[in-house]
C-alpha cells in the first residue's frame, strides 16, 4: 500500500484544470471541456485546442456551461481520473431558466 502512494504527487502538487461543464448527464460524474491555447510549433499562430475530462462530481453541485476547478486524483473508472473541486463561476442563463 505505501508503494501505491509513493506514486501520487502530494495534495499539494497535483495538477489543477479549469474548464467549462459540458455534460452533467452521469450521476457523480462531470463532463469539462479544457481550453488550451499555444503558438503552432512551425507558423506561430495562435492554436486553440480542447481537450475533455471526466470528473468526479459527489454533491452533483455543477451544472452545465459553469466554469469549474478540477484536481487530478487516483483512477475513479476507466476513463475518470478527476475530481471536482470549486465551481469558480455560475452559468448565469441556466440559473434564469431554472
Do not use: C
Not at 479544457?34 to 480542447?50: L, M, N
Amino acid at each position: 500500500m505505501a508503494e501505491e502512494t509513493k506514486n501520487l504527487p502530494a495534495p499539494g502538487k497535483r495538477k489543477e484544470r479549469v474548464g467549462e461543464v459540458v455534460s452533467n448527464k452521469m450521476t457523480k460524474t462531470i463532463v469539462v471541456r479544457v481550453q488550451r491555447r499555444y503558438p503552432h510549433a512551425q507558423f506561430k499562430k495562435i492554436v486553440t485546442a480542447y481537450k475533455k475530462f471526466y470528473a468526479h462530481d459527489e454533491k452533483a453541485e455543477a451544472k452545465i456551461g459553469d466554469t469549474v476547478r478540477i484536481e487530478e486524483t487516483r483512477p475513479l473508472s476507466k476513463l475518470k481520473r478527476w475530481k471536482l473541486v470549486e465551481v469558480v463561476e455560475r452559468n448565469e442563463r441556466e440559473a434564469i431558466a431554472v
